[in-house]
């Protein structure tokens, strides 16, 4: 399985980005798909989460500004990134986990918040 992400970029504070995660199979052989981000020094964290039940989770830091969304013909996960602030700046990678829970990871998207 291969998980695509793109959409990263340099976009300055109170920006939007858009990023995509094509996966190479159905979306819907997932029982989970997400994002996480590792900023420089910092852990690999989880941002949101979303079921093939369509149930998402969020990280508190992002609620309310980030939206999860998939759309199944495509084979791809959105991550809508709104008022984006310096702290969201991080290389942002999509994760999917199978319902034989093995886990696969993309290749990660720089994403830097500055002016």
């Known amino acids: 399985v291969q998980l695509q992400a793109s959409g990263g970029g340099l976009v300055q504070p109170g920006g939007s980005l858009r990023l995509s995660c094509v996966a190479s199979r159905t979306i819907l052989s997932f029982n989970v798909m997400g994002w996480y981000r590792q900023a420089p020094g910092k852990q690999r964290e989880l941002v949101a989460t979303l079921t093939s039940g369509g149930t998402s989770n969020y990280a508190d830091s992002v609620k309310g500004r980030f939206t999860i969304s998939r759309d199944n013909a495509k084979n791809t996960v959105y991550l809508q990134m709104n008022s984006l602030k310096p702290e969201d700046t991080a290389v942002y990678y999509c994760?999917?986990?199978?319902?034989?829970?093995?886990?696969?990871w993309g290749q990660g998207t720089l994403v830097t918040v500055s002016s």
């Open positions: 994760n999917a986990r199978a319902y034989d829970f093995n886990t696969y």
